[in-house]
């Protein structure tokens, strides 16, 4: 563990601490949003269009109020109604914040939910999210840092992959497997598995809206790519997938040129997340033309009916799959 909200995260769940969780502000408010604010919510959030790119994803696809998002957005006001944050909480719980105390609050107010699955954002505000949440709130199971990559330019193409198109629904077997495997190997948790028709939903939509890209050669899935959330300034890809057979030699490089030379037509960057100890894909990625931005933080929660021993945290190489 590299990052300071890892030692923070390890002494905390090794020790019993007594200190009690920070009071709610009292000039502040939590409360959901409800439909017809969206224009409001995006309004703050597109103040930092890079770092809000999955949030603002959600609402432009599903509305504030949607199963899809897997969660509630809620927003945090002072007595005048002046919105200074807003967040996600739910599966995966993020939030940007103008304070201090406004973490502090969707720290308390987080800690009410159950069965949150991650919470991922920079390393300091997360490091003092965890801080207010974690006396009463969910155990932690893993603790990723990971290193938030934009690309403003494509690099060249100098021969395209004739097999690279969008996946149409016929590829949902190919895909699924894949995608499974990759959120496993990153949170210790198979979708598969825990939640087999809605992770088949969530894979299929992504098909059907266009948002997945893929090569298949002789049956075999040999690239893939996946939209997570797509914004007309920034558009978050995850899921970046080359087959073993297909790696080293410089087939994965151009079925990402290619992808990034078609989104970049209508977008002014793209983004992604790699874990800062997997300095293969950050090598692969700076030859794709992307630079690093900011350090993230992920915390992987153990579910509140697990009775896991408080302590046992992993690391991962991957990135956080949202």
Not at 148 to 166: D, F, K, N, T, W
Request: proline share 4%; with cysteine; net charge neutral.
């Amino acid at each position: 563990m590299s990052s300071s909200l890892s030692r923070v995260v390890s002494k905390q769940s090794s020790i019993k601490t007594t200190k009690p969780s920070a009071a709610s502000e009292p000039s502040l408010m939590v409360q959901p949003f409800t439909r017809g604010q969206e224009s409001e919510v995006l309004s703050f959030l597109e103040a930092s269009p890079l770092h809000t790119v999955f949030m603002r994803g959600l609402i432009r696809d599903n509305g504030l109020e949607s199963p899809r998002n897997r969660g509630a957005f809620c927003g945090c006001r002072d007595r005048e109604g002046r919105l200074h944050g807003v967040a996600l909480i739910g599966h995966a719980t993020l939030f940007e914040a103008r304070n201090e105390a406004v973490i502090r609050a969707f720290a308390e107010e987080a800690q009410k939910q159950a069965n949150i699955h991650m919470v991922i954002g920079k390393q300091q505000p997360v490091e003092l999210f965890w801080k207010s949440y974690v006396e009463r709130g969910q155990q932690p199971r893993r603790v990723c840092s990971e290193l938030l990559l934009e690309q403003e330019r494509p690099i060249p193409v100098h021969e395209s992959v004739a097999a690279l198109r969008r996946a149409t629904i016929e590829d949902l077997g190919r895909v699924m497997p894949i995608q499974s495997q990759m959120a496993f190997a990153e949170s210790g948790v198979n979708p598969m598995e825990v939640d087999l028709a809605g992770f088949q939903q969530r894979c299929a939509r992504r098909i059907e809206l266009g948002r997945v890209w893929v090569c298949v050669e002789k049956e075999t899935l040999t690239f893939k790519a996946d939209i997570m959330s797509e914004t007309p300034d920034v558009i978050y890809l995850e899921g970046i997938y080359v087959d073993p057979s297909h790696r080293g030699n410089g087939y994965g490089l151009g079925c990402l040129a290619q992808v990034s030379e078609n989104l970049l037509r209508s977008a002014r960057s793209l983004c992604l997340f790699v874990n800062e100890q997997y300095t293969e894909a950050q090598e692969f990625y700076s030859r794709a033309g992307f630079t690093l931005r900011s350090r993230y933080s992920t915390i992987f929660l153990e579910p509140r009916s697990s009775r896991a021993t408080i302590g046992h945290l992993e690391t991962r190489d991957q990135g956080a799959t949202l």
